[in-house]
């Protein structure tokens, strides 16, 4: 079990950079007390509001997280037109506590494929938090790492074609810097609630290195506790890049 001893335990100076999460788990917890899956995701919001806070309070700089995947699309039309009400709703409910709290809000994904009311409000509430900077959110929105790399391919596709660059250029950087995620660097931790342990098509490219960090908890339960017990687990990490342990610590 978490307690609030966990918080203290945080080595402030090693906090991840960046945390991703894939948010999993609101359906099951929704049915396991005999409610539609909506109710789950509505009680999500709520984890979202949560987690959030506790991630700036903490000092992450960069925190993503899974909203709706590409693969998501293929649920029940009364889901996902539920999911994208919430999803509207809460974005602008939620702006005037990012400007509190100096959240810059940014979307990766194919948001064009969003309902128009929905991709407006993620417009206008990305341009009113442009400036903050304690922390950027990103949601993943109709986001599939592959589809992220797919368009990438396309885009230095058209840069060859039009011979800006040759093929021998083309190295990890120049695709990472094609891929929606450029702006951001890459995942020290991700998190998977719900107790599944893939990936489901998520931040495929970025999260080469990424420290994992798999937790039973259902999204709904998910609470500030979870997150520094992810943390701690985090800190527990030796990250060797493929190198030794003795060239990452030396033995003396
Ligand atoms: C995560 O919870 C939310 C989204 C994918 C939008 P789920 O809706 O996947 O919940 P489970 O996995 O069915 O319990
Ligand atoms: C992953 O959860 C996507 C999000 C959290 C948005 P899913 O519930 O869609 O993943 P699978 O289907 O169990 O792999
Ligand atoms: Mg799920």
Redesign the pocket.
């Known amino acids: 079990m978490a307690n609030s001893a966990d918080k203290s335990q945080i080595d402030p100076d090693r906090i991840p950079r960046h945390v991703a999460i894939i948010m ?5 917890w929704a049915r396991q007390k005999g409610h539609l899956r909506i109710f789950g995701h509505k009680h999500g919001v709520r984890t979202v509001r949560n987690v959030i806070e506790a991630a700036v309070e903490l000092g992450i700089q960069y925190l993503t997280l899974y909203a709706f995947s590409t693969e998501n699309w293929n649920r029940p039309e009364a889901e996902v037109n539920a999911l994208m009400e919430l999803l509207v709703q809460t974005i602008k409910g939620e702006t005037p506590t990012m400007m509190e709290n100096g959240i810059r809000l940014q979307a990766i994904g194919n948001i064009e494929k969003l309902p128009p009311g929905c991709n407006k409000q993620l417009q206008e509430t990305v341009n009113t938090t442009k400036d903050n900077k304690r922390m950027t959110l990103i949601l993943a929105l109709s986001y599939s790492g592959r589809w992220d790399i797919i368009e990438a391919v396309r885009k230095i596709a058209d840069q060859v074609k039009s011979g800006t660059i040759q093929p021998e250029e083309i190295n990890e950087e120049v695709l990472g810097a094609a891929l929606n995620t450029a702006a951001y660097p890459n995942p020290d931790l991700l998190i998977r609630t ?1 107790g ?1 342990h893939r990936i ?1 098509n998520f931040l495929l490219w970025e999260i080469a290195y990424s420290e994992f960090h798999f937790t039973p908890v259902l999204w709904p339960d998910f609470t500030p506790d979870d997150l520094y017990k992810a943390v701690l687990d985090y800190q527990g990490r030796q990250r060797r890049f493929g190198k030794t342990g003795e060239q990452i610590q030396p033995v003396h």
Do not use: L, P, Q
């Open positions: 999993d788990g609101n359906g099951r719900s599944e489901s």
